[in-house]
């Protein structure tokens, strides 16, 4: 069972990590589904003295940049780990499902092999989002597909909107 820690408590976790875990897209990598990137200031001030394992799950999994938007079908990224909704292009519903969670295993194994405990990720994206992400296109509250699996496998996670 993971544990629910409070902002608090997450953010006290990330000034102690020596090891940080980050969206590719706000350390300045151009990998976004539009092409560009979201460099964060307020992310990499918080980031400062850190080893950062710089991570884009769904290039990494193939998608190419710049890439159709994609959205989750019928739940949240708990339920597409559970084969129970979809990751699906917006406009065409042209199904990643598989990519999404390859990167998601993707991002896990980056976490294993560098020891990661902590990791600061992009909010609402199908992926990273882990307050809020986009589903049968609208945001609703909850964790895409990547932040869902870290959290599951006990890592804590911090928006970029929560620095
Ligand atoms: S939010 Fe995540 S998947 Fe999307 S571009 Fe940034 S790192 Fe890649």
């Not at 799950?57 to 710049?66: D, S």
């Amino acid at each position: 069972m993971t544990v629910e820690l409070t902002q608090e408590e997450r953010l006290a976790a990330l000034r102690e990590a020596s090891v940080v875990l980050v969206s590719a897209c706000l350390f300045g990598e151009a990998c976004r589904y539009d092409g560009k990137s979201k460099g964060s200031n307020p992310v990499m001030r918080a980031l400062e003295g850190k080893e950062l394992v710089p991570v884009c799950p769904e290039t990494g999994a193939g998608l190419g940049i710049p890439r159709p938007a994609v959205e989750l079908r019928g739940g949240t990224g708990e339920a597409v780990l559970a084969g129970q909704a979809q990751a699906v292009v917006a406009a065409t519903g042209d199904d990643r499902t598989a990519a999404f969670r390859y990167g998601a295993e993707l991002a896990l194994e980056a976490v294993k092999r560098f020891g990661v405990k902590v990791a600061v990720l992009k909010e609402r994206s199908p992926s990273c989002g882990s307050q809020g992400t986009h589903v049968n296109g609208q945001v609703v509250r909850g964790r895409g597909v990547t932040a869902a699996l870290l959290h599951s496998a006990g890592v804590i996670i911090l928006s970029d909107e929560e620095l």
